[in-house]
Nanobody
């Protein structure tokens, strides 16, 4: 059973930075695709960034150039470095994982709150 635990959220002023962490446990990490999602108040959850087992990355257009996703396979952890934060980046950030083969379920963490003040 996969478990995901997010950390690193908080309150920051616009223009500031935060680094989120997603700690993965329960099964070999290296074969899982990891996504970060944002859920803003009153909105649907949307994907922010993705990192594959081979460390290829993709980003939502609104985050390109500001956010960086990375993975450390030795620590079974994925990071989301968020720079030049904007109020619209506020919300609960969730870590999501699924096996590269697409067999099996998606897994979700409990989320971490990010609040960017203007």
């Amino acid at each position: 059973q996969v478990q995901l635990v997010e950390s690193g959220g908080g309150l920051v002023q616009a223009g500031g930075s935060l680094r989120l962490s997603c700690r993965f446990s329960g099964t070999p990490f290296a074969m899982y695709v990891i996504n970060w999602y944002q859920q803003a108040p009153g909105k649907q959850r949307e994907v922010v960034a993705t990192v594959t087992p081979g460390s290829s990355t993709t980003y939502a257009d609104s985050r390109k150039g500001r956010f960086t996703i990375s993975r450390d396979n030795s620590k079974s952890t994925v990071y989301l470095q968020m720079n030049t934060l904007k109020p619209e980046d506020s919300g609960v950030y969730y870590c999501n994982a699924y096996h590269l083969s697409r067999h099996g379920p998606d897994y979700w963490g409990q989320g971490t709150q990010v609040t960017v003040s203007s």
